[in-house]
């Protein structure tokens, strides 16, 4: 039976990855009989809807910052000089243009969109359901060659680990962000439901970074005597329990960040009244 499922599926089976001289022969349109394309376009369909909203968001300039004190983390840093419209809301200055080509948050969007890109659990995300690469077991892929992570464009998904070091400056300045979000300009210190909000999405933002498999590597990576090196190795087991729900928090906070947004800007439309629970 072995045999003969590597003549079906792997006429090449001696050879291995890139270096395979050809793609699985399945002469018909897939051996399955199971409904297997529910999960890829499943996927496709939730990363097109986040990315859909989160482009329009990033866009249209206005409604990030509610209440004097809560902002989107769709627009921090705040730092172009449309972000003047909503004193306060830009807390690390104004320096970009005010444009409406270019996001308020300019500055970090595009390596955070790199962060989630290159992420592991993405990819493998991304080339099963848009990709197709592969969809499923036993299902031919569209594709005549493959050539893996090894030349442009995906050759760049090795930057990842650098993507990861911004992507933790952001979780600091989202942190700091949800900080501030407590102390009203006016009545001093409260607490509201935004501030719930903001907390719980930073929290599982955190979660999700931390997880990352670059973040694996920084704390245990290189060691070749975990007992000489105890720090290391407490911080590498701890990533490594949060790195096996890493798929979990990347899709989790795809979820949080597009309710805190939508959230903030509700209320800062007037849409719904943020509720006071001190202060």
């Known amino acids: 039976m072995t045999h003969l499922v590597r003549r079906i599926l792997a006429p090449e089976f001696g050879a291995h990855g890139v270096h395979s001289r050809g793609r699985a022969a399945i002469g018909s349109g897939t051996v399955r009989l199971d409904n297997w394309w529910r999960a890829p376009a499943a996927t496709t369909a939730g ?3 986040f990315l859909l909203y989160g482009g329009f968001r990033a866009f249209q300039q206005q409604y990030f910052f509610a ?4 902002l989107t983390p769709f627009y921090s840093p705040c730092v172009s000089l449309g972000c003047a419209s909503e004193p306060g809301s830009a807390h ?42 592969p969809a499923a077991c036993a299902v031919p892929e569209p594709h005549a060659t493959y050539t893996g992570e090894t030349r442009l464009p995906l ?29 009203h300009p006016t009545d001093g210190f409260v607490v509201g439901v935004g501030n719930i909000v903001l907390l719980v999405n930073v929290a599982l933002l955190w979660c999700y970074t ?13 060691l070749k005597h975990f007992s000489k090196h105890p720090v290391r190795y407490w911080l590498w087991t701890k990533v490594s329990a949060l790195n096996t729900r ?6 989790v906070t795809l979820g949080t960040l597009v309710l805190t947004d939508l959230y903030i800007a509700l209320v800062a439309a007037g849409t719904v009244t943020d509720l006071r629970l001190v202060g």
């Open 246 to 251: 890493h798929m979990l928090f990347a899709w």
């Open 92 to 133: 690390f200055g104004m320096f970009l243009p005010d444009n409406p080509l270019i996001p308020y948050a300019a500055l970090s969007l595009p390596f955070l969109l790199g962060f989630r890109l290159t992420c592991y659990y993405y990819r493998k995300a991304y080339y099963r359901s848009i990709w197709l690469a």
């Open 47 to 49: 990363l097109l809807v």
């Open 210 to 222: 931390v997880s990352c498999h670059s973040c694996r590597h920084v704390t245990g990576g290189r």
């Open 155 to 183: 050759i760049l998904q090795n930057v990842h680990r650098y993507f990861f070091y911004v992507a933790l400056l952001v979780s600091l300045v989202n942190t700091y962000d949800a900080i501030v979000a407590f102390k």
């Open 67 to 70: 209440d004097e004190r809560y």
